[in-house]
Nanobody
Framework: VQLQAFGGGLVQFGGYLRLSCVAS????????FGWFRRPPGKERESVAA????????HYIDSVKGRFTISRNNAKNTVYLEMTSLKPEDTAVYYC?????????????????WGQGTQVTVSS
């Protein structure tokens, strides 16, 4: 499987962005997916995850109520909607696929990483 992330960019404090992650390959609907980020000079961290059914989602505390992860199995795409963006959300964002089918773990164990997309929030 290959994962391609889109939608990053430069946005002002309080702004909105929607990231998309398109997966190639089979069995998209059998895997959980997640979004991670690496802020400048810091370690990569889990941001959000969605179960293979789409019925369960997880978020780190700092983005709860502001970010929403979702999936569209017909389009093999996972989304991360980000509202009320803050400068501390500035990071390279990565999408990832779980390493096992039918997963719903938090934090998610990653089997496949996508390339990153830069999100920069100006103050």
């Amino acid at each position: 499987v290959q994962l391609q992330a889109f939608g990053g960019g430069l946005v002002q404090f309080g702004g909105y962005l929607r990231l998309s992650c398109v997966a190639s390959g089979r069995d998209f609907d059998k895997y959980a997916f997640g979004w991670f980020r690496r802020p400048p000079g810091k370690e990569r961290e889990s941001v959000a995850a969605i179960s293979w059914t789409g019925g369960s989602t997880h978020y780190i505390d700092s983005v709860k109520g502001r970010f929403t992860i979702s999936r569209n199995n017909a389009k093999n795409t996972v989304y991360l909607e980000m509202t009320s963006l803050k400068p501390e959300d500035t990071a390279v964002y990565y999408c990832a696929q779980d390493d096992l089918k039918f997963g719903n773990r938090w934090p998610m164990n990653v089997g496949t990483w996508g390339q990153g997309t830069q999100v920069t929030v100006s103050s």
